[in-house]
């Protein structure tokens, strides 16, 4: 029998176990982009990452969680920063890198677990999440939130895009402000500066989704205080 291929983190991907939503699915996160783009893959970055870009918000080291097939990683990047975009699904990664060559942007794609960021070996300035941390449960959040402080020290910024709780045409998986406050609290080593209410594109909503656009710096764990 072949040998797994290996991810960046040195788990074997044949080992990973699923997450929440591919047992809930029935399909690993590579099946959504193999018979055409994903649901959530529009084809452009997000406004709300245009728009923080421009604010000047990515800044130093960026990881962007989730990456899918790069456009929110292409478009910071395009703005002079060095991007690092990781996926679990090795079909959107080879759609990314194929992009980023094509435009003659610099950024690295790789493979890795969400929840076993400290394999990266390196630390971020500046992380986006966008459209990942809605679709894990609770236990998965906090070891998703507990992955990201692996790769991020005291001063970095988070940014979140979420489905949302509130409004009509929700999209799956959605999210509360509690939700967010409970995953990202100073006991371990976040807080939360902002929520504010947003908009995420997907190719079947005409007007996006509605979403919560959440900052959160990372700080010292208030337990760890002195």
Sequence with gaps: MPEQPEDRTGDRLGSRRPTS?????GRPWDASYQ???APWDTGRPQPAVVRTAAEGGFTGAVLDAGCGTGENALHIAAEGQRVLGFDIAATALETARAKAAD?????EFVTADAFELAGLDRTFDTVLDCGLFHTFDRDERMAYVSSLASVTEPGAVLYVLCFSDE????????????????????????????????????RFHDHGAPAWWARVDRVRAADNAT
């Design 103 to 107: 435009r003659g942007i610099e950024a």
């Design 35 to 37: 018979d055409g783009p």
């Design 167 to 202: 409004g009509a045409d929700l999209g799956p998986h959605p999210v509360s402000p509690e939700d967010l406050n409970d995953a990202f609290s100073p006991s371990v080593g976040w807080n939360i500066a902002s929520v504010e209410p947003e908009r995420i594109e997907t």
């Design 21 to 25: 939503h591919e047992r809930s699915s």
